[in-house]
Nanobody
């Protein structure tokens, strides 16, 4: 199975916006979970947002209301629209998919099998 490929990272000032994209295999549509994750230097990786198999979405509590996850099934692409960015959002962002994936609003997660290489997001104050 092809691994996800992320793009769209960059450097923005606090309050700015970025949209991340992830091209993936399409295997998990309607039978698994697609998610966005991030890892800041010297911190554990945490779940940011997921698009679940039942069509629902889950967000890390600290990004709720600022980030929006969406997908284009025809293009096998997952998006993460990030608005009102803060310096604490600075991290490497990863896309992952999993047949049994589950993400919690506390940032914990399990069951994601296929991971991309990541795209860097840097927010300056």
């Amino acid at each position: 199975q092809a691994l996800p490929v992320e793009s769209g990272g960059g450097s923005v000032q606090s309050g700015g916006s970025l949209t991340l994209s992830c091209v993936h295999s399409g295997y998990t549509y309607n039978r698994g979970t697609m998610g966005w994750f991030r890892q800041a230097p010297e911190k554990q990786r945490e779940g940011v947002a997921s698009f679940n198999s039942d069509g629902s979405t889950t967000y890390l509590h600290s990004v709720k209301g600022r980030f929006t996850i969406s997908q284009d099934s025809a293009m096998n692409t997952l998006y993460l629209q990030m608005d009102s960015l803060k310096p604490e959002d600075t991290a490497m962002y990863y896309c992952a998919e999993g047949g049994e994936g589950h993400l919690y609003d506390t940032g914990g997660y399990w069951g994601f099998d296929y991971w991309g290489q990541g795209t860097q997001v840097t927010v300056s104050s």
